[in-house]
């Protein structure tokens, strides 16, 4: 059952961010004229996460780290972004989908959980989380 | 005769100079001997871990984005407890210059947790309290995000508080290294360890009464420092001289000066010693080591001489004179042009203003960033290695929450003609989402350290704890905040026990039957111990337990009430649960761990741990919000807007001895205790006391209204003030609560509070009639 969700979000991983810079950015080296790329992870964009350009570079960042397997460093940029919008369902879910490829099911379920409460509203995201959750 | 009188002469000087070669052999072995072992310490504290360094903690780093509601003033307060030079034009890292929308700055490099940050020089726009626009000067493009490097907030010492910042050779100015060989030691680079001219002058001052002059080359000083006692005695001059001979044959002398730059003492910041050049230049100047200019470094090697004689900051005059001394000793050697010369002697002492580096700032949030270390590293590593530590200190929420204690507590005593200094206090504050500790104050004279009221003072936490009791009964589906509570005299008896327990309420009123929100709002203590006592104890402190308190709590009624003692960090944990929903996340005062390399060593993650219902807790956080409308907090309003919201607890315990208030915004959780240490009476309420000086901490941090996510299965009812039941229409006597489907009151009321009944309980009478 683990290794299946793994693999399951591995290949999400993998499928959808093929077209994003691996390069990591860093807070004081970016500029916003430099080209954003819209990394896609699952099927949420930036732009979805938040109206809040700040997050949106962190949330692209986390989504690169996560994408190379640097875990920590992904980890550290979602919590970043929380700190600005610590409400925000899209980061919370993350580090809940971090903590299950890393194979902390506790804490993934724990954090989805965080996540659902935060999502009303948002329809897709909720679902989205309910399946997690199933899978998990 | 002659032959006999040789050999008889032989013969009687054979042995005293048998003896007097044995002897002179005895004696070079033992010294060769000596040398070994001297030898052995000299290379084992050389080469093995030369200098204690302390763990080093900081600030969280200050993050800029459009946006941020960050007010231009608190910007100019963090560049100044960074240490940055206010100028007129910004040309050097560490420098800011302010406009009345806008303020210029240049970074210093800084590694982050999560790679280097370098020098960049950066314009804030404000519009109001917000953060407008982050530019970068050099090409004007506009960043997203910009992090500040965090202030330094202390360290974790050894015994002696020794302090320091390693650098490298290659890091420290030419100029510095000239001034100090001009000054401390002319033939540093010739002579091996000691330096013969230098003694004989030494020793001829020394004798012919000039007095005693010091002699020692920049390896002996070093060899002073690294293993010798301060004591003027011959065998420590003569151990000196050895070892500064063996350290000159094993190492090169940029070896030697590397680890005297690292080593030699520059005054002290309070109880803290500084050591070595790359703390000093930041102490002093606020500058790392490479951006000294001549007259910083003049002014470091002119310390050397008596750093707390010639203390730039307690006695500039003097240190002036030294320095000025100084560049033209350096000038006279040819080691600086004319022009330099000239150029640092026009230049003022250039000190920064106060140290502000300081350790001794946030003592008492450091302490629990140490308990918190202490879980996962041995005190040792964490006084000698180095670890750079990145705690979540906020140094504009810490400082603003100090100062109104302080202010309050005097206005207090004042007010309530008490001695000065009779109260004390303590408050913890913290992000309700993340958990994250933003300040800790563990009691009125915040920089000291002390006894950390925050962490280590147990005291009774009085009505504080009832939220523990409310939400062990919204958690069960025959419980709304609606419900009916007992407020009528109320006698208990333990069982086991003999005496009875007979609680009272604050105005020793009885208040009949009251709706369950009431008796929370208004703080009903015999209401609210009936409740408990129909909950069982069990359940109730089990509730307590989940919410976060980790000390045992007595399993007896007279907990309910508040018996229980509790630090106030504990008590935050229980309202920074409530405050995020149900979810209890554990405070945390630090985020990352760096080796001394810079290399991550470990990350404290955020852990969230689900423990209440997300129904009962946004019900419960209801009845706390109706406390601050108009129950016994209400006092809020002349200072925080209604709009926002808040949620919150007074605490008073008997004899009026504690004073306590918890609650929180949007994006804080605070708790705060006002008492006295000797546990006598203050004559302050939790609402008197503790209240204001939340809410007017509170006020300086623009906090932003609670709005917690409803979530599903909630419905809103207008329900009867007084009766309880639902009331239809528009109605003075209405309050609108949150129910969780299933729980919403049958019977409806009338706006005075006479009971009618819903359609259904109607149609359900006339039917029960017909069939009787």
Known sequence: MKSLQCIILCATLSATSGCASLSPNYGGENTRDAQVEETSY???????VSSNTAVQRLYDQAMNYAFAGDFDQAEAALERGLRIEPSNPYLWFELARIAATYGNVNKARELASRAQSYASGERQLQRQIQRFLELL | MASRKKKAVKRKSFPIFKLFFLMLLAGAAALAVYCIHLDKVVRSQFEGKRFALPARVYARPLELFEGKHLALADLRRELDMLGFAKVNQVRAAGEYFV?????????????FWDGAQGSHKIRVTFDGGIVESIRDESNGRFFDLFRLEPIAIGGIYTSNREDRQLVRYNQVPRHFIDMLIAIEDKRFYYHHGVDPKALMRAAVSTLTGRGVQGGSTITQQLVKNFFLTPERTFKRKANEMLMAILLELRYDKHDILETYLNEVYFGQDGTRAIHGIGLASQFYFGRTVDQMKPHHSALLVAMLKGPTYYNPRRNPKRALERRNLVLAETGTQGYITPQEFEQALAQPLDVTRSGSMGLSNYPAFLDLVFRQLRRDYQEDDLRNEGLRIFSTLDPLVQSAAERTLAQQLTQLEQRNKLAEGWL????????????EVLAVIGGRASGFEGFNRALDAKRPIGSLFKPAIFLTALERPEYSLATLLDDSPLQWQEPGMKTVWEPQNYDKLFHGQVPLWQSLANSYNVSTARLGLELGVKPVLQTAQRLGIEDPLPPYAATFLGAAELPPIQVAQMYQTIAAGGFRVPLRAIREVLTTEGRPLKRYSIEVQQVASPQ???????ALQLAVEEGTAKSMKSILPESLHLAGKTGTTDGLRDSWFAGFSGDY??????????????????????LPIWARTMAQLNPAPVRQAEPDGITYVASHRVAGGRVRGSCHNAVVLPFVEGTVPQMEVGCDGSTSYSVGDKAKKWWQRILR
Not at chain 2, 676 to 690: E, V
Request: charge should be negative; aromatic fraction near 4%.
């Open chain 2, 424 to 435: 004390e206090g303590a408050a913890v504050i913290s992000v309700p989402q993340t958990g």
């Open chain 2, 669 to 690: 959780v605070a708790v705060v205790w006002v008492g006295n240490d000797k546990n006598q009476p203050t004559g302050l309420t939790g609402a008197t006391g503790a």
């Open chain 2, 99 to 111: 406009a009345p929308d806008h303020v210029i700055l240049q970074t210093r490099p800084f590694e």
């Open chain 2, 616 to 622: 009962s807790v946004h019900l419960l956080t209801r």
């Open chain 1, 42 to 48: 699952g099927s949420i964009s930036a732009s979805q």
